[in-house]
């Protein structure tokens, strides 16, 4: 009987991502607002702890750290408590509605203490930053979402400093997930290095170094 339900679970799950999938090739569009409460939930942080995404992706104590696609800030606050009062975490979406709801974390009373969250509305085709300005630069479930990557990483890696961080989380249940090769030959194909791949196959983290002599 168990292995029947869970049989069945696995089977709804895969036409869920079946159907999803087909959905996403034939309609490209960021991510609804709507969502921003599940991808913001904790039952999310259960399968995909934001503590552990953050330390993968290398985030450290006094870092300036560009988060690409923050959406409503799952990760965003956890980033911003890592960097410290030293550091700088700033969250590009392109989509207001999205960042309004980051705002609305950021004024619960849990998370006045925190003041180094710039959040700034911007396609990741045209970021408002100078050159090399920043240490490490971070998405989640954002860059299959994107038409052209190639262009959007471009950019990253304009804003990035010479050995900057590029780090690259995936997450299963996510209707672009990629598999970790996809998503390492989207990255170097840019010009970034490889650093490491840490996770498992549902839940990765690819990390990648910008080259000091740019490429
Ligand atoms: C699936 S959501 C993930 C949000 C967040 N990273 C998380 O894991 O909870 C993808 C986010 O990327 C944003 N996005 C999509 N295309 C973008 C672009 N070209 N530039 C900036 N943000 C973009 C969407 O608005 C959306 O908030």
Not at 24 to 50: T, V
Not at 82 to 105: F, H, N, R, S
Request: proline share 6%; hydrophobic share 45%.
């Amino acid at each position: 009987m168990v292995i029947k339900i869970l049989l069945m679970i696995l089977g709804l799950f895969a036409l869920y991502q079946v159907i999803i999938r087909i959905f996403r090739k034939l309609f490209h569009f960021p991510a609804p607002a709507f969502m921003g409460q599940f991808l913001d939930s904790d039952f999310r942080r259960k399968l995909q702890p934001a503590d552990k995404v953050i330390e993968r992706s290398g985030i450290k104590r006094g870092m300036r750290v560009l988060e690409v696609g923050c959406g409503s800030g799952a990760f965003t606050t956890f980033a911003a408590r890592v960097v410290g009062e030293e550091g700088k975490v700033y969250a590009v979406d392109i989509e207001p509605k999205m960042l309004k709801q980051l705002e609305t974390k950021l004024n619960r009373p849990e998370n006045q203490n925190i003041k180094n969250i710039k959040s700034i509305q911007s396609n990741a085709y045209k970021l408002p930053f100078e050159n090399d300005f920043f240490d490490l630069a971070f998405m989640i479930t954002v860059l299959q979402e994107i038409p052209d990557r190639h262009r959007a990483l471009q950019e990253i890696k304009r804003v990035l400093r010479p050995s900057g961080v590029l780090a690259v989380t995936e997450f299963l249940p996510d209707p672009d997930y990629p598999l970790k090769s996809t998503t390492i030959e989207a990255v170097k194909r840019t010009g970034f290095a490889l650093d490491e791949v840490i996770g498992n196959f549902w839940n990765y983290t690819v990390r990648f170094i910008k080259p000091s002599a740019i490429a």
